[in-house]
């Protein structure tokens, strides 16, 4: 063979040897490869608002599954033994299976309820109960570093990230960073939570025929639900449920005190404000899916939507930061026991199985 032929063969060989790609890292030579990331296809439902994904965070196909991967992986808690989905089950709204509270690894009980995780593109007052964290990607760290539930410190949680080879892989596809850090752990995350999404319950689907598929009972209960109360008229049927509960999410972007005591022992909104008018202030979550997410308010005090309603027609107190539409309230809401069995008829149209069910939100790792 001619040696400079064989020399050139040689080098030629070397260099698809040198530049061949390090799997897990997309680096060639020790240089980012950059990776084309996959618009995330969202499938605009008619029954919510239009889309609100933050603008710095778009999702796409990679950060969505990488984060879904996140959610599912005991690897967030120090001892590896729970996920997101520990207390955020799908089956019951991603709450955590009807506990009034939530056990870390530690066994320590928490003081709140989980909150149920759907629709929260639509969430601008912040996240927690008390609105503590003005954006998700902040909120989804919390419980990771919080010492009562998964009691992990954000450098060694990066410590087994970075040792792990698909979550190098994945980080790399879905951020092109060769070095997984806190912010894209937390982006991940945000990008898969803001794409879980319900609104094709029985009621979406009424809309659309005229509520030609409800009962009767349901039928009475919607009414009930969008009707005023009226002070001293035992025969009114109205619920006033509507003011803070109006359609289509079934919530309102603000942090209320309903009276559930005549002082807070918990703050709420005043242990994040230092503001007393905010003692007591919680965040209106949405009653989609509240068939599914008891027991029910901040510390889960209610069992049942029964007792709820008692509580609205009957146990409102009265306290210095009551929300105005509270005060309306009290002494005005008369329903029979025949029109509460209505009412909770009608909340129960608000369940959507196929979100309870869907795929796209289990765990990727069964």
């Given at each position: 063979?001619?040696?400079?032929?064989?020399?050139?063969?040689?080098l030629l060989l070397t260099?698809?040897?040198?530049?061949?790609?390090?799997?897990?890292?997309?680096?060639?030579?020790?240089?980012?490869?950059?990776?084309?990331?996959?618009?995330?296809?969202?499938?605009?439902?008619?029954?919510?608002?239009?889309?609100?994904?933050?603008?710095?965070?778009?999702?796409?196909?990679?950060?969505?599954?990488?984060?879904?991967?996140?959610?599912?992986?005991?690897?967030?808690?120090?001892?590896?033994?729970?996920?997101?989905?520990?207390?955020?089950?799908?089956?019951?709204?991603?709450?955590?299976?009807?506990?009034?509270?939530?056990?870390?690894?530690?066994?320590?009980?928490?003081?709140?309820?989980?909150?149920?995780?759907?629709?929260?593109?639509?969430?601008?007052?912040?996240?927690?109960?008390?609105?503590?964290?003005?954006?998700?990607?902040?909120?989804?760290?919390?419980?990771?570093?919080?010492?009562?539930?998964?009691?992990?410190?954000?450098?060694?949680?990066?410590?087994?990230?970075?040792?792990?080879?698909?979550?190098?892989?994945?980080?790399?596809?879905?951020?092109?960073?060769?070095?997984?850090?806190?912010?894209?752990?937390?982006?991940?995350?945000?990008?898969?939570?803001?794409?879980?999404?319900?609104?094709?319950?029985?009621?979406?689907?009424?809309?659309?025929?005229?509520?030609?598929?409800?009962?009767?009972?349901?039928?009475?209960?919607?009414?009930?639900?969008?009707?005023?109360?009226?002070?001293?008229?035992?025969?009114?049927?109205?619920?006033?449920?509507?003011?803070?509960?109006?359609?289509?999410?079934?919530?309102?972007?603000?942090?209320?005190?309903?009276?559930?005591?005549?002082?807070?022992?918990?703050?709420?909104?005043?242990?994040?404000?230092?503001?007393?008018?905010?003692?007591?202030?919680?965040?209106?979550?949405?009653?989609?899916?509240?068939?599914?997410?008891?027991?029910?308010?901040?510390?889960?005090?209610?069992a049942t939507l029964d007792?709820?309603?008692?509580?609205?027609?009957?146990?409102?107190?009265?306290?210095?930061?009551?929300?105005?539409?509270?005060?309306?309230?009290?002494?005005?809401?008369?329903?029979?026991?025949?029109?509460?069995?209505?009412?909770?008829?009608?909340?129960?149209?608000?369940?959507?199985?196929?979100?309870?069910?869907?795929?796209?939100?289990?765990?990727?790792?069964?």
């Open positions: 063979m001619n040696k400079f032929l064989g020399i050139s063969v040689i260099g698809f040897t040198s530049c061949k790609e390090d799997p897990g890292t997309g680096k060639v030579n020790g240089t980012l490869t950059p990776y084309e990331q996959t618009p995330y296809d969202y499938f605009e439902n008619p029954n919510l608002p239009p889309p609100n994904f933050p603008k710095d965070n778009m999702p796409t196909v990679e950060g969505v599954e990488l984060g879904r991967m996140l959610f599912y992986d005991p690897i967030l808690s120090g001892d590896s033994s729970l996920s997101c989905s520990g207390c955020h089950n799908q089956a019951f709204a991603f709450t955590d299976n009807g506990r009034q509270f939530s056990t870390g690894i530690n066994g320590d009980q928490g003081r709140r309820n989980s909150m149920p995780i759907f629709n929260l593109m639509w969430h601008l007052d912040g996240f927690f109960w008390d609105g503590r964290s003005e954006l998700l990607r902040h909120q989804a760290i919390e419980p990771i570093k919080d010492p009562i539930e998964m009691d992990e410190t954000i450098a060694y949680l990066l410590v087994k990230l970075n040792r792990d080879a698909m979550y190098k892989e994945a980080f790399a596809k879905a951020f092109n960073i060769t070095e997984i850090d806190e912010e894209h752990v937390a982006l991940a995350l945000e990008q898969f939570m803001m794409t879980i999404t319900s609104g094709y319950s029985k009621f979406d689907l009424g809309r659309t025929v005229g509520f030609s598929n409800f009962t009767p009972a349901e039928m009475r209960g919607l009414e009930i639900f969008n009707a005023e109360s009226y002070p001293n008229d035992p025969n009114n049927k109205g619920g006033d449920c509507f003011h803070c509960h109006s359609a289509p999410l079934f919530m309102t972007r603000a942090l209320m005190n309903t009276g559930l005591d005549s002082f807070s022992t918990d703050p709420g909104l005043e242990g994040v404000t230092g503001d007393p008018k905010d003692r007591g202030k919680f965040k209106v979550p949405s009653l989609r899916n509240i068939e599914m997410t008891a027991p029910y308010m901040h510390d889960g005090r209610f007792e709820v309603i008692e509580f609205y027609a009957n146990g409102v107190h009265f306290n210095a930061n009551l929300d105005p539409n509270m005060h309306a309230l009290q002494d005005s809401v008369y329903l029979s026991p025949q029109q509460r069995s209505d009412l909770i008829a009608f909340l129960k149209t608000l369940t959507d199985e196929d979100f309870l069910n869907n795929e796209e939100y289990s765990n990727p790792f069964n």
